[in-house]
T-cell receptor, first 115, second 111 residues
Framework: EAGVVQSPRYKIIEKKQPVAFWCNPI?????LYWYLQNLGQGPELLIRYENEEAVDDSQLPKDRFSAERLKGVDSTLKIQPAELGDSAVYLCASSPGDYITDTQYFGPGTRLTVL | GQQLNQSPQSMFIQEGEDVSMNCTSS?????WLWYKQDPGEGPVLLIA?????ELTSNGRLTAQFGITRKDSFLNISASIPSDVGIYFCAGRGGSNYKLTFGKGTLLTVNP
């Protein structure tokens, strides 16, 4: 069974440019998460989807970040415009749906460098 | 918000040695999870704990959910070079689905 797929794996952009990350969760997983991981830190949740609905986006900086999961399967996270402080690893995770006890499976992440 | 203190921050050990790391929380959790992250990869779940006092093993790994529900530890026995990586604890409290992660313990194993 394929795991969580993310692309690109690496992205280097100049500040003020837009950038987008793509995630395809494990087949059948209804819940999808986007996390931010800064160097030397654990992942921090940005947004959680239940199917196509963003049920928790309270940690998403909405002035520059946006996300969508139009058909309830794959998802895109966008930053526009990017700032130097956005350099980090962006992780996508998915789970079957019972979020209290189930397992979140992480993708390999996209490492973003903003110059 | 919830905060996790994970220690030690890093460890450098010889192959074959046992390892212990722990996490403490400022608030009560009802789930403790331990993940391992290799360079350039996402975290992979090692052990999940759902009950205070629970002791669970996965091969050479053993983790316990503290009876106060505010702490957990992970032990690795007879370490091998492939144990190298960053180990994260994560907790979840109450009816909140959200995971709070520790800052990680960087483990280096010298062959």
């Amino acid at each position: 069974e394929a795991g969580v797929v993310q692309s690109p794996r690496y992205k280097i952009i100049e500040k003020k440019q837009p950038v987008a990350f793509w995630c395809n969760p494990i087949s059948g997983h209804n819940t999808l998460y986007w996390y931010l991981q800064n160097l030397g830190q654990g992942p921090e949740l940005l947004i959680r989807y239940e199917n196509e609905e963003a049920v928790d986006d309270s940690q998403l900086p909405k002035d520059r970040f946006s996300a969508e999961r139009l058909k309830g399967v794959d998802s895109t996270l966008k930053i526009q415009p990017a700032e130097l402080g956005d350099s980090a690893v962006y992780l996508c995770a998915s789970s079957p749906g019972d979020y209290i006890t189930d397992t979140q499976y992480f993708g390999p992440g996209t490492r973003l460098t903003v110059l | 918000g919830q905060q996790l203190n994970q220690s030690p921050q890093s460890m450098f050990i010889q192959e074959g040695e046992d390892v212990s790391m722990n996490c403490t929380s400022s608030s009560i959790f009802n789930t403790w999870l331990w993940y391992k992250q290799d360079p350039g990869e996402g975290p992979v779940l090692l052990i999940a704990l759902y009950k205070a006092g629970e002791l669970t093993s996965n091969g050479r790994l053993t983790a316990q959910f503290g009876i106060t529900r505010k702490d957990s530890f992970l032990n690795i026995s007879a370490s091998i070079p492939s144990d190298v990586g960053i180990y994260f604890c994560a907790g979840r409290g109450g009816s909140n689905y959200k995971l709070t992660f520790g800052k990680g313990t960087l483990l280096t194993v010298n062959p």
